[in-house]
């Protein structure tokens, strides 16, 4: 089994499955979705017929969520997974978060974080749809202190507690009510809902190694190997190259094609899913790709392997290339240019 090709085809980027956003959300289970730009192509390229709108349009229909969910970043996640997932990972977010405050110096007891978390509700129960300046705007003019650390950690703890989400797309980040947007959450079995986060985890990012899997979830590694355990005989283990991968009975493993120019966003699922980067990037070349304070950048991809950069904004995608030797074919920057191009217009 080569690795390389076998993520491509489970993430989707080769030989893509669905026709919409939300079924790729809903494969994934959470996609990063650190810059709100690069989303829309993280998702869009991964249809069939990639298109912004189409995008959009799931999105402001409440059909693909944004919140700080797993290692408290933000993630999309499918509308009807936003409540076990939440809950799955509430423990060890709520854990990060509450050390992230006291290492800002903030250190609130409980009833400040409900009068806070009550003020948020109540602006945002009046008036539908604000965004976050909005939100500390109303939080400053009713007492709240100035600091910009301590309206994000109650932000993110509204978040954490399935209070407020993802309001339609614009200019700005916008925040709702999850009642107006989902809806309440219905019972849950917490062993049944690991083992369906770990299920989407493989099938879409398979072969994967259980560091892979805590690194992406923020899970410990008791609960890893538990939601592993629970997926029973539908995960197999592979040996290569001195690591244990895990590949899920749903992943994808055939169909692969040579000569695949892949333009790849930043903050990818690619790369961002895995602690085991250097499968698919060279650990020489990782530099180009992300920085040591974990910001990523647009890269370009030849069959899997990380090459270069990319931008964007620039001319005729502004591609250069960071491994020594090598050339990008022509037709595939054209191909993989167009694609881009023709999804930000429909």
Known sequence: MNPVSARLLSQQLVSPQFKEPAEVVSWFGAIQAQDPRSMRWAVSMRTKRPSFKAFEKSFNEGRI??????????QIVPAEDYHWIRRVIYDKGLSVLNGWAAAGGHRLNQSDKTRILSLIEKVLGERGCLTEQEITDYLRANGVPEERLFYSFHLRIAELEGL???????DK???????????EAVPFDKDDALGRLTRKYFRS????????????????GRDCKRGIAACGDAIRTIKQGGREYYLHEESRTKG??????LLLPSYDEYLIG????????????????HDKKGIFRHVAALDGEIVGNWHPSAKDGGISVFKEGLSLPEDGIKKSLEQFYAARKR
Not at 164 to 170: E, H, Q, T, W
Not at 205 to 220: K, N, R, V, Y
Request: aromatic share 10%; net charge positive.
């Open 256 to 261: 692969f094609r040579s000569g695949n120019v």
């Open 164 to 170: 407020i989400c993802s309001g339609p797309l614009a």
């Open 65 to 74: 969520i944004r919140a700080h969910l797993l290692r408290c970043t933000w």
């Open 173 to 183: 980040s916008t925040y709702m009510l999850v009642s107006q947007r989902i809806g």
């Open 205 to 220: 990012h398979g072969p994967a190694t259980l560091e892979d899997f805590i690194w992406w979830s923020g899970l410990s």
């Open 274 to 289: 895995y602690k085991s980067r250097d499968v698919v990037l060279h650990p020489d070349h990782a530099h180009h790709a």
